[in-house]
Nanobody, 120 residues
Framework: QVQLAESGGGLVQAGDSLTLSCQAS????????MGWFRQSPGREREFVAA????????YYTDSVKGRFTISKDSAKNTVYLQMNNLEPEDTAVYYC?????????????WGQGTQVTVSS
Protein backbone atom coordinates (compact mmCIF):
# COMPACT_ATOMS: atom_id res chain seq x y z
CA GLN A 1 0.00 0.00 0.00
CA VAL A 2 1.12 3.55 0.81
CA GLN A 3 4.77 4.09 1.67
CA LEU A 4 5.81 6.68 4.26
CA ALA A 5 9.14 8.49 4.43
CA GLU A 6 10.18 10.54 7.47
CA SER A 7 12.88 13.19 7.50
CA GLY A 8 14.10 16.07 9.64
CA GLY A 9 15.55 14.32 12.67
CA GLY A 10 18.83 15.40 14.20
CA LEU A 11 20.77 16.45 17.26
CA VAL A 12 19.65 19.61 19.07
CA GLN A 13 20.02 21.23 22.47
CA ALA A 14 17.30 21.50 25.08
CA GLY A 15 15.02 24.42 24.31
CA ASP A 16 15.63 24.25 20.56
CA SER A 17 13.09 23.51 17.86
CA LEU A 18 12.92 20.88 15.15
CA THR A 19 10.40 20.02 12.45
CA LEU A 20 9.83 16.51 11.15
CA SER A 21 8.26 15.73 7.78
CA CYS A 22 6.52 12.62 6.51
CA GLN A 23 5.60 12.25 2.86
CA ALA A 24 3.19 9.59 1.69
CA SER A 25 3.63 7.97 -1.71
CA UNK A 26 -0.03 8.55 -2.47
CA UNK A 27 -2.82 10.90 -1.43
CA UNK A 28 -4.44 9.79 1.85
CA UNK A 29 -8.21 9.37 1.90
CA UNK A 30 -10.12 12.13 3.65
CA UNK A 31 -11.06 9.63 6.37
CA UNK A 32 -7.43 8.67 7.04
CA UNK A 33 -5.56 9.55 10.21
CA MET A 34 -1.88 10.46 10.07
CA GLY A 35 0.09 10.17 13.28
CA TRP A 36 3.47 10.43 14.92
CA PHE A 37 4.80 7.89 17.42
CA ARG A 38 8.14 7.66 19.19
CA GLN A 39 10.23 4.98 20.82
CA SER A 40 13.29 5.21 23.06
CA PRO A 41 15.50 2.34 24.29
CA GLY A 42 13.77 0.16 26.86
CA ARG A 43 10.35 1.70 26.28
CA GLU A 44 7.34 0.79 24.20
CA ARG A 45 6.39 2.83 21.19
CA GLU A 46 4.13 5.65 22.32
CA PHE A 47 1.64 7.94 20.65
CA VAL A 48 2.71 11.56 20.17
CA ALA A 49 0.23 13.31 17.88
CA ALA A 50 -2.29 12.69 15.13
CA UNK A 51 -4.35 14.59 12.60
CA UNK A 52 -7.50 13.66 10.73
CA UNK A 53 -6.62 14.21 7.10
CA UNK A 54 -9.95 15.52 5.88
CA UNK A 55 -11.18 17.47 8.87
CA UNK A 56 -7.82 18.61 10.21
CA UNK A 57 -8.63 17.80 13.84
CA UNK A 58 -5.49 17.32 15.92
CA TYR A 59 -4.68 15.21 18.97
CA TYR A 60 -1.67 15.17 21.30
CA THR A 61 -0.31 13.20 24.20
CA ASP A 62 -0.20 15.26 27.40
CA SER A 63 3.59 15.50 27.57
CA VAL A 64 3.83 17.44 24.29
CA LYS A 65 0.75 19.65 24.47
CA GLY A 66 1.68 23.29 24.00
CA ARG A 67 5.09 22.39 22.58
CA PHE A 68 4.41 20.23 19.51
CA THR A 69 2.16 21.01 16.55
CA ILE A 70 1.04 18.53 13.92
CA SER A 71 -0.03 19.88 10.55
CA LYS A 72 -0.42 18.81 6.93
CA ASP A 73 0.04 19.96 3.37
CA SER A 74 -2.58 18.07 1.41
CA ALA A 75 -1.17 19.09 -1.97
CA LYS A 76 2.15 17.48 -1.05
CA ASN A 77 0.71 14.41 0.76
CA THR A 78 2.86 15.48 3.69
CA VAL A 79 2.36 15.67 7.44
CA TYR A 80 4.63 17.69 9.74
CA LEU A 81 5.49 17.66 13.41
CA GLN A 82 6.81 20.99 14.64
CA MET A 83 8.58 20.46 17.95
CA ASN A 84 9.36 23.49 20.10
CA ASN A 85 11.13 23.79 23.45
CA LEU A 86 12.54 20.30 23.13
CA GLU A 87 13.55 18.43 26.25
CA PRO A 88 15.99 15.52 26.74
CA GLU A 89 12.96 13.33 27.47
CA ASP A 90 11.85 13.87 23.87
CA THR A 91 14.86 11.89 22.63
CA ALA A 92 13.60 8.94 20.61
CA VAL A 93 13.15 7.49 17.16
CA TYR A 94 10.09 9.17 15.69
CA TYR A 95 7.82 7.21 13.36
CA CYS A 96 5.17 8.42 10.97
CA UNK A 97 2.08 6.24 10.61
CA UNK A 98 -1.19 6.14 8.70
CA UNK A 99 -4.39 4.56 9.91
CA UNK A 100 -8.16 4.57 9.97
CA UNK A 101 -8.68 5.73 13.55
CA UNK A 102 -7.00 7.07 16.66
CA UNK A 103 -6.40 3.76 18.42
CA UNK A 104 -2.90 2.30 18.10
CA UNK A 105 -4.26 -0.80 16.42
CA UNK A 106 -5.80 1.42 13.73
CA UNK A 107 -2.36 2.44 12.42
CA UNK A 108 -1.19 -0.15 9.92
CA UNK A 109 1.34 1.67 7.71
CA TRP A 110 4.64 2.85 9.18
CA GLY A 111 7.71 4.75 8.08
CA GLN A 112 11.26 3.68 8.89
CA GLY A 113 11.74 6.31 11.59
CA THR A 114 14.00 9.30 12.14
CA GLN A 115 16.23 9.85 15.18
CA VAL A 116 15.72 12.91 17.37
CA THR A 117 18.32 13.51 20.06
CA VAL A 118 18.03 16.37 22.56
CA SER A 119 21.07 17.14 24.68
CA SER A 120 20.95 18.88 28.03
Amino acid sequence: QVQLAESGGGLVQAGDSLTLSCQASGRPYSSSVMGWFRQSPGREREFVAAIRWGRGSTYYTDSVKGRFTISKDSAKNTVYLQMNNLEPEDTAVYYCAKGTGLDKSDFRSWGQGTQVTVSS
